[in-house]
């Protein structure tokens, strides 16, 4: 049996025998070098980073192209620090499930420091404070998910929580976008240094937003005082702090039960799955699917190493990576993947890979892809967009060894929507040849995300929605209506409270002309039990 904390050099045969390949580089050189010379710093130590982003550092370590480690910033969960991260010395073993029904495992040993940075932890809030202070540091990357990055409420006002770290000293900072301001500040405070702050969260136009939310709270603190109006200029000044866009694809969810299990019969120890307080589901492992792209706009102001050695990595113009992040977010991965969410959910599917054995969810996630996101979707260049959803609908979803959920999927919808949908139907409403009117499987799957708030599935039986930060309001919205309800006038007075909320959709729906077809489905798939079911039948 082999653990992830032995001597992989030493050890080398016992992990050969369980069939791990394991790093061509010395961890603890390489941690020392990220003491001295810090270069990376990743936020958000989630199973994406884990089985993405620290490859792509070992790919490049194993080369000799990068000489430390990534330090790892978790804001979140403290658990997946102190429980996940430090108990084996930052060390992780990725597994690749392949659709063959083989496995291929590395141990990951890339990630030189981990930091729980939170104002409630002292000595991480120094220790990365400090870090920002060395001008070796040449880039930052993200994946803390869409929600990280909020700081406007349903309403489009400034939260109470980006309101007092406006207010307050940079030091005292509670969002995610305070806390990186901060280090930003004491950036700029040690030589205004230069620095790539690089957005790989999965959505259209990362790098915009997350420069747009840095900028919040620095425009506020310099109005108040706090900061030299300078300190604005400094990262506005794409010569000194970028903000690439970017474009990242890999299937990664939640590890396995099921490939802990055929870990531990190969002789691997470390298979405890932790699920933390917090919710953050994490274990030793990380199960990921074959296919990975990670496309970044290539703006690195203080260097950068060789990324695009790494596999799965381009780096290319701004131009490129929005047409292939639109390509993938708005029209040919994921709105098919949050259609398979809310739907899966309604019908009492519990993986991905089930609901594509499921002719009439093929049919809609073909229609959608096909019909509606690709005519208005323009060709990146680098992926070919019908060879990706071809190999989506055909290789990737109906792989049953990604043990993936649409209850995972589901979270956060109200976050999802306006990029995954509205950006097509800008594409309609933009477009002189083309109609909203002629739209059908986005206006039926809106429909079927307020089904879904009802928290009732297909067969009359309750079930527990997945965490969203809108769902309490928009719940309490929908709580007039209930299943078999066809009243035209109940229905369309909810809905409209819904329905013409931009933060949400991207439009007022009604003011488009898509509302009316979005309650007429709605009141199909709210008529009784089995109406769901009919209705994707009939579709």
């Not at 305070?178 to 240094?193: K, M, S």
């Not at 109005?223 to 300078?230: C, H, R, S, Y």
């Not at 917090?278 to 260097?303: M, R």
């Not at 409209?496 to 898509?514: M, S, W």
Request: charged fraction near 25%.
């Amino acid at each position: 049996m082999v653990h992830i904390k032995d001597d992989y050099v030493q050890a080398a045969d016992q992990f050969e025998q369980a069939g791990i390949v394991v790093p061509e580089y010395n961890q603890a050189e390489i941690t020392k070098n990220t003491e001295e010379n810090p270069i990376w710093v990743h936020f958000g130590g989630g199973n994406l980073f884990r089985c993405f982003h620290a490859q792509v550092a070992q790919d490049l370590l194993n080369k000799g192209e990068l000489k430390s480690g990534v330090i790892v910033a978790e804001t979140y969960d403290e658990q997946v620090i102190d429980d996940m991260y430090h108990p084996y010395d930052n060390r992780m073993l990725k597994v690749v499930m392949k659709s063959d029904d083989t496995y291929e495992q590395t141990l990951i040993a890339s990630v030189a420091d981990s930091i729980y940075y939170n104002k409630a932890n002292s000595a991480g809030w120094l220790k990365l404070k400090a870090i920002f202070e060395k001008p070796s540091l040449q880039f930052v990357t993200m994946s803390i998910t869409e929600k990280g990055y909020t700081l406007t409420d349903i309403d489009g006002n400034l939260t109470a929580q980006a309101q007092a770290d406006i207010q307050a000293d940079p030091d005292d900072a509670v969002t995610n976008m305070g806390a990186i301001a901060r280090l930003l500040l004491a950036r700029y405070n040690a030589g205004q240094y230069p620095i790539a702050m690089v957005s790989t969260d999965n959505f259209s136009e990362n790098g915009q937003r997350f420069e747009k939310e840095i900028l919040t709270i620095a425009k506020g603190w310099a109005a108040k005082g706090t900061v030299p109006e300078d300190f604005v200029n400094y990262l506005q000044d794409p010569k000194r702090v970028s903000f690439p866009w970017s474009m990242i694809d890999r299937i990664t969810p939640n590890p396995s039960e099921k490939v802990a299990a055929i870990l531990k019969e190969k002789g691997f120890e470390d298979t405890q799955i932790l699920h933390t307080a917090k919710h953050t589901n994490i274990a030793p492992f990380g199960n990921t699917e074959e296919t990975h792209y990670l496309v970044i706009e290539d703006s690195f102001p203080n260097g950068r190493p060789k990324l695009e050695d790494a596999t799965g990595v381009i780096l290319t113009d701004r131009d490129t990576v929005n047409d292939a992040d639109q390509m993938k977010v708005t029209a040919c991965l994921n709105p098919l993947h949050t259609a398979l969410a809310i739907f899966g959910c309604l019908l009492g599917y519990d993986a991905i890979s089930a609901e594509l054995q499921n002719p009439d969810l093929v049919k809609l996630i073909k229609g959608l892809g096909f019909d509606e996101d690709l005519p208005v979707v323009k060709d990146p260049k680098i992926i070919n967009p019908t060879d990706f959803i071809n190999e989506l609908i055909n290789k990737r979803l109906p792989n049953k060894n990604i043990p993936d959920t649409p209850q995972r999927i589901a979270s956060d919808t109200s976050q999802k929507i306006p990029i995954r949908y509205g950006v097509t139907i800008q594409h309609y409403l933009d477009n002189p040849d083309k109609s909203v009117q002629d739209l059908k499987y986005i206006p039926f799957i809106l429909a079927g995300w307020c089904r879904y708030l009802l928290a009732v599935d297909d067969k009359g039986n309750a079930f527990t929605p997945s965490p969203d930060p809108l769902l309490a309001n928009v719940q309490k919205i929908m709580a007039p209506i209930t299943l078999g309800t066809q009243d035209d006038i109940l229905i369309h007075e909810t809905l409209q409270k819904i329905l013409t909320n931009k933060q949400i959709f991207a439009h007022d729906l009604y003011e488009i002309g898509l509302g009316e077809a979005v309650e007429a489905n709605f009141k199909t798939l709210i008529a009784g039990p089995g109406a769901i079911a009919k209705a994707l039948a009939t579709l």
